[in-house]
C-alpha cells in the first residue's frame, strides 16, 4: 500500500525549531520528488518546498528560504523537514505529497501529487 505518513508537528515559541518527518511506505522514495505543502485557516493549501527523485535538487519558496532545510534518509525511505526560527506565520497544517509521474521534476501544483501525508499541526505561539 501506497502511504505518506507524518510526524512531528507541535507547538512552538517564535524563535524555536521543529523537525517534521514524512515516512513512505509501499514504494521507494528515491524515484518521486516529495513535496511540502501547507494550510493556513482560511488560506489554500501552498507549495513551499520540495526535493526532487534521488535528492538531487531541493526548492523552496522565499517565506522559508535560508529557514527550512529537506533532507532525506534512504535508508529509512524517510524525508526530513527541519524547520528552524519559526515565525507565527508559519502556523499552517503541513502536508508531505508524493509526485504522481516516476522521476517527474518539483512543481508546485497540488494537483500533480497524488499521495498525501495526513497531515500535522504546526502552530507559532508564544
Known amino acids: 500500500q501506497v502511504q505518506l505518513v507524518e510526524s512531528g508537528g507541535g507547538l512552538v515559541q517564535p524563535g524555536g525549531s521543529l523537525r517534521l518527518s514524512c515516512a513512505a511506505s509501499?514504494?521507494?522514495?528515491?524515484?518521486?520528488?516529495l513535496g511540502w505543502f501547507r494550510q493556513a485557516p482560511g488560506k489554500e493549501r501552498e507549495a513551499f518546498s520540495c526535493?526532487?527523485?534521488?535528492?538531487?535538487?531541493?526548492y523552496y519558496t522565499d517565506s522559508v528560504k535560508g529557514r527550512f532545510a529537506i533532507s532525506v534518509d534512504n535508508a529509512e525511505n524517510t524525508v526530513y523537514l527541519e524547520m528552524n526560527v519559526l515565525k507565527p506565520e508559519d502556523t499552517a497544517v503541513y502536508y508531505c505529497?508524493?509526485?504522481?509521474?516516476?522521476?517527474?521534476?518539483?512543481?508546485?501544483?497540488?494537483?500533480?501529487?497524488?499521495?498525501w501525508g495526513q497531515g500535522t499541526q504546526v502552530t507559532v505561539s508564544s
Open positions: 509501499g514504494f521507494v522514495l528515491d524515484y518521486y520528488s
Open positions: 526535493v526532487s527523485p534521488r535528492g538531487d535538487v531541493t
Open positions: 505529497a508524493r509526485r504522481s509521474r516516476v522521476l517527474g521534476k518539483c512543481v508546485s501544483s497540488r494537483w500533480e501529487y497524488d499521495t
